[in-house]
T-cell receptor
Framework: GDSVTQMEGPVTLSEEAFLTINCTYT??????LFWYVQYPGEGLQLLLK?????DKGSNKGFEATYRKETTSFHLEKGSVQVSDSAVYFC???????????FGTGTRLLVSP | GAGVSQSPRYKVAKRGQDVALRCDPI?????LFWYQQALGQGPEFLTY????????KSGLPSDRFFAERPEGSVSTLKIQRTQQEDSAVYLC????????????FGQGTRLTVV
């Protein structure tokens, strides 16, 4: 069935380190892809999205490219900050459907 | 209000008790979603409303789960005869239009069944 697989955490980095959180998906059709972030004590927030192959979503220094050939949507940031500490969820939505299918989440811990 | 509001934030229920969880979406948002998030897992879809119509309830885990949105605004998720496996965070989200618009999430209701 349709699913999203993302790397297990926690991912522990020092400030200004490079971040990659891997995400792959299995889905029929041409889904839209998303990264959501959940900061401590807050609700899920949309971080970025891409709606078709080769699109790059970007926001707050984070980027992810929709790779149809590898069914991947890896999240990257060149220099993380302590304030980026949160749980990151990869998700997709299939065309014509409204529901988001989420991965299990990856906790990122950034130390000063 | 400024965002999606859910109440209560925390609920402890004895096994077998009925509970009702409330969601106030962003004013004017057409679409409303409920998700269930077990500890250490990602959110899982429960049901979807477009205005007052429940268009998809494929994710509801059993007939003990019931959701309504009678006037196309506030929604209630009801769980009857709660079981321990119902313990989770229940998330509500709303979006402005029917398709291809950002879903805004509430902070969730953490339900613990003892």
């Amino acid at each position: 069935g349709d699913s999203v697989t993302q790397m297990e955490g926690p991912v522990t980095l020092s400030e200004e380190a490079f971040l990659t959180i891997n995400c792959t998906y299995t889905a029929t059709g041409y889904p839209s892809l998303f990264w959501y972030v959940q900061y401590p004590g807050e609700g899920l927030q949309l971080l970025l999205k891409a709606t078709k192959a080769d699109d790059k979503g970007s926001n707050k220094g984070f980027e992810a490219t929709y790779r149809k050939e590898t069914t991947s949507f890896h999240l990257e940031k060149g220099s993380v900050q302590v304030s980026d500490s949160a749980v990151y969820f990869c998700a997709y939505m299939n065309t014509g459907f409204q529901k988001l299918v989420f991965g299990t989440g990856t906790r990122l811990l950034v130390s000063p | 209000g400024a965002g999606v509001s859910q109440s209560p934030r925390y609920k402890v229920a004895k096994r077998g008790q009925d509970v009702a969880l409330r969601c106030d979406p962003i004013s004017g948002h057409v679409s409303l979603f409920w998700y269930q998030q077990a500890l250490g897992q990602g959110p899982e879809f429960l049901t979807y409303f477009q205005n007052e119509a429940q268009l998809d309830k494929s994710g509801l885990p059993s007939d003990r789960f019931f959701a309504e949105r009678p006037e196309g605004s506030v929604s209630t998720l009801k769980i009857q005869r709660t079981q321990q496996e119902d313990s989770a965070v229940y998330l509500c989200a709303s979006s402005l239009e029917e398709i291809n618009t950002e879903a805004f999430f509430g902070q969730g209701t953490r339900l613990t069944v003892v």
